[in-house]
């Protein structure tokens, strides 16, 4: 991006920008939560609708002057609602955990019972945690995978849902790479007279193209984030059938958000826009041969992927089998220009904050235009970095490699 004005206005800011420019540049983003959202988006977010106030919805607002913002946010609905044949959506939510929130303040009363994908086992903080909001307020219990496999047990998540009766059940994940039987899901709901919340975070976009299956013409209500897969901007929104739409808007406000934030709200709708084009088909089928011969890669090299492989953009590998905690892999792969996140595996002994594994994404480095035989080099240093955690003089060699590779891979906006 171009800065006229900041440079002059604050140079410590700027200063750290341009750093950190430099650092998403020259590095190796397998981070699955992130990518890189195009210049467009970009100009969309630093768009004079920051300054705009518009509490409530198109043509019902609090304040005046919304003729701009009203058309804006028209156009993301529509959009979404096209990219996941959605009947109903709301992209006001500022982030996904706030969305999620919404879900069950719509749908729930504190202290419903709800039945949830548990957090080492691929689940998120906001699937029933009792650290988090969701754990705090509702009566969680919890699925997992199967010990053997590190695949959802269906059939033991309609025992547990027998069981306990669930007022909902929760299908998502944040480190679960392989797809998700949504139909299943919601014959198990049926039986037991739940609603169903699907929460696609992280392959919303590799659904949006067609690449995974759909819950939001199954399920009763679906939430994501805007980012991620779908290379939007950091953000939120919520998808549901019409009968609850009702709801779900009150929930978003004026029960859990004041004002929307429009300059993110248009960045969303551009990225809808690209993800309705073609080229985000390709895009999203790439993330998905990358991620395969990445998982296939780490298997070649002896490293225990956590169910074997993947069907997504990501994957979960035990560090344990190489002498390695997550947060040390964690760190040493920063010291060669590589950016993951440690994670827990299925029955962790080890704590959160040290966990025992790592977690890899694809959907980055395929934006910068990666292919197969590009993984095949990323894991070669990855395997070569933790070989040579102790020797400092490789482990500069290898983040020089890493460097020069990757400035053959222009990030879009920079």
């Known amino acids: 991006m171009n800065y006229k004005f900041l440079p002059q206005e604050d140079q410590d800011i700027f200063t750290a920008i341009k750093r950190e420019e430099a650092r998403q540049s020259e590095g190796m983003e397998l981070i699955a939560s992130e990518n890189y959202v195009s ?16 509490e409530g919805y198109p043509g019902h607002r609090y304040y005046g002057g919304q003729e701009f913002t009203d058309a804006v946010e028209s156009i993301a609905i529509e959009r979404a609602k096209r990219l996941f044949a959605a009947e109903h959506v709301n992209v006001q939510p500022l982030s996904g955990s706030p969305a999620n929130a919404a879900v069950y303040f719509a749908f729930l009363k504190p202290g419903d019972k709800v039945l949830g994908l548990k957090l080492d086992h691929g689940g998120h903080l906001s699937h029933g945690h009792p650290v988090n909001f969701s754990g705090m307020l509702y009566d ?4 997992e995978v199967d010990p053997a496999t590190g695949l959802i047990d269906m059939d033991r998540v309609r025992e547990i849902a027998l069981r306990e009766r669930p007022k909902m059940i929760v299908a998502g994940f944040s480190a679960y790479s392989r797809e998700i039987d949504w139909v299943r899901f919601k ?48 953000g939120a929104m919520i998808m549901c059938k019409e009968k609850f739409a009702k709801e779900i808007d009150r929930a978003v406000f004026p029960g859990m958000q004041g004002g929307p934030h429009e300059h993110i709200i248009a960045a969303k709708a551009v990225a809808f826009g690209e993800n309705l084009a073609p080229e985000f088909k390709e895009y999203a089928r790439q993330v998905i041969k990358n991620a395969k011969t990445m998982a296939a890669e780490f298997l070649d090299a002896g490293f225990r992927v956590i169910s074997g492989g993947t069907d997504n953009h990501l994957m979960v590998v035990d560090m344990t089998n190489k002498g390695l905690s997550g947060k040390e892999a964690e760190a040493l792969l920063d010291k060669v220009g590589i950016s993951v996140s440690r994670s827990t595996i299925p029955n962790d002994p080890n704590p959160p904050m040290n966990p025992s594994g790592v977690r890899f994404g694809t959907a980055a480095i395929t934006t910068r235009g990666m292919k197969e035989e590009d993984v095949e080099k990323v894991v070669a240093w990855i395997e070569g970095a933790i070989e040579a955690r102790a020797d400092e003089s490789r482990l500069d060699k290898i983040r020089e490699e ?4 990757c400035l053959n891979f222009p990030i879009p906006g920079i």
């Open 402 to 405: 890493v460097k020069e590779f």
């Open 187 to 234: 014959k198990i709901a049926d039986e037991v007279g739940a609603f169903t919340f699907a929460d696609i975070a992280h392959p919303a976009g590799l659904i949006a193209a067609g690449e995974l299956s759909n819950p939001t013409p199954v399920f009763d209500v679906v939430s994501t984030t805007t980012h991620k897969t779908l290379r939007g901007p950091r």
């Open 39 to 54: 210049a467009a988006v970009l100009e969309a977010m630093e768009s004079v609708l920051n300054n705009k106030y518009s």
């Open 140 to 143: 969680f219990v919890q699925y």
